[in-house]
């Protein structure tokens, strides 16, 4: 979709590419005044190999006079390598630095990797008016993503610290599930992956719910923004909100926001990035 068609001189334009497990979602933003000129999506790329991404990155005529492009990844870095991912396996080991550079080569422009939670987050912080110093960005998709902001520094940043899918353990003490990644039974990420697959709207509100909790009641948070496709394809945005409410010290209506731009979050995010915001 196109929301303004007004010719812009090549490089006054930003890209941002959030590649998920099913669709790869393009923002294409004014640089000056952060304008959305175009979105779009198309079925997600993220196991081809990354020498295969430069032709779904240029899909048509309508980004040859894009400058700076950043990508969404939904893959943890550490120490500038890409983490084992069943998302994007032919990245497994890459060094963030070569990825960058390599796809900088090609496409003749700069291109940067960043999170999609940290994508996600830098959107909400974009267009909320307060810009609140401390928040946090749970998003709550085929996984779970967080991203941190303290003090207005994003501490996943940079790539050797991401913090984005850290476990955070709710007390479900009847759940004998045990996590593959972290070995601990009833863990967020496979309580969430059971009320996923049983597609249990009330067990994903509570364990939405108890994350939140958790997060609030261990960091100080000026707020805690709420996204993610399931959140969102449940309606379970004030369902969260209802359950969190009696568990914090805060006022959650005040502390728990939804994420602006939700659809299109993750890439309108990444934009932002490109341009340097």
């Known amino acids: 979709m196109t929301t303004n068609t007004s010719p812009i001189p090549s490089g006054h334009l930003a890209l941002g590419v959030d590649v998920g497990g099913t669709k790869a979602k393009y923002v294409l933003i004014d640089v000056a005044n952060c304008q959305v000129r175009l979105q779009k999506a198309i079925p997600t790329f993220c196991a081809m190999p990354l020498d295969d991404w430069p032709s779904y990155i240029q899909t048509d005529d309508s980004l040859q006079d894009v400058g700076p492009i950043a990508i ?9 390598g890409v983490q ?13 630095s070569d990825i960058e550079a390599q ?13 999609d939670g940290t994508a996600g987050h830098l959107a909400a912080l974009h267009e909320d008016p307060i810009r609140p110093s401390s928040s946090a960005f749970l ?20 790539y050797n610290c991401w913090v ?3 476990q955070i353990a709710p007390t479900f003490a009847f759940d004998e599930r045990t996590c593959e990644l972290c070995n601990q039974r009833g863990c967020a990420r496979s309580v969430y992956k059971h009320y996923i697959a049983s597609k249990d709207a009330a067990g994903l509100a509570q364990t939405m719910a108890q994350l939140t909790i958790n997060l609030l009641n261990t960091v100080p948070l000026d707020c805690v923004y709420l996204g ?9 945005y004030q369902q969260v909100v209802q359950r969190v409410k009696p568990c914090v010290l805060l ?11 939700e659809e299109i979050a993750g890439a309108y995010g990444a934009a932002l990035f490109a341009a340097g915001y």
């Open 139 to 158: 998003a709550f998709g085929t996984s779970i993503g967080l991203s941190l902001c303290l003090n207005g520094g994003f501490i996943t940043l940079p």
């Open 72 to 80: 969404a990844i939904a893959a943890s870095h550490v120490a500038g």
């Open 228 to 236: 993610g496709g399931v959140l969102a394809s449940y309606q379970l």
């Open 164 to 166: 984005s899918h850290t």
């Open 103 to 115: 796809l900088t080569k090609v496409l003749s422009r700069p291109v940067r990797i960043i999170h």
């Open 251 to 261: 006022d959650a209506n005040c502390t728990l926001r939804p994420v602006p731009k």
């Open 84 to 96: 084992k991912t069943s998302k994007f396996p032919k990245l497994e080991g890459q060094a963030v």
